[in-house]
């Protein structure tokens, strides 16, 4: 069995942290907890770089672009997907999307794409 090469981890790395800017009041406090968790363990704020798409759907095509660049040593995603009416087929193409691109390109994508069965706008929903 061949061993790929992957970047070496001693170097400062590179993340992408892709966000839907649909609910974009939920989604940001994503963005920031993971910036104050990467804080945590003294990774250098100019090494995470944010990119903003309309909805989730979009997520998956654009974490495939900087994929694909090969700049970046992990790529998040970040995102909600509401019952609309096609919850289930866009949640289920999203996850998926964002698994094949990450076995495609062997760059980890960690999803934070949230895909609650039930999504009502309240303020107890908002602080959640």
Known sequence: ???????????????????????????APCWESFRGELAVRHVDPSQIDL???????????????????????AIVAAGLVVDSGVHSYVADTVIRALMDVQLRTE??????????????????????
């Open 1 to 27: 069995m061949t061993e790929t090469s992957h970047p070496s981890f001693s170097r400062p790395q590179r993340v992408a942290f892709v966000q839907s800017s649909w609910h974009r009041d939920i989604v």
């Open 107 to 128: 760059i980890p994508v960690f999803s934070a794409v949230v895909t609650p069965n039930e999504f009502h706008e309240t303020e107890e929903g908002a602080a959640f």
């Open 51 to 73: 990119f903003e798409v309309p909805g989730s759907f979009e997520i998956p095509l654009h974490v495939q672009v900087l994929a694909k660049t090969r700049r970046y040593t």
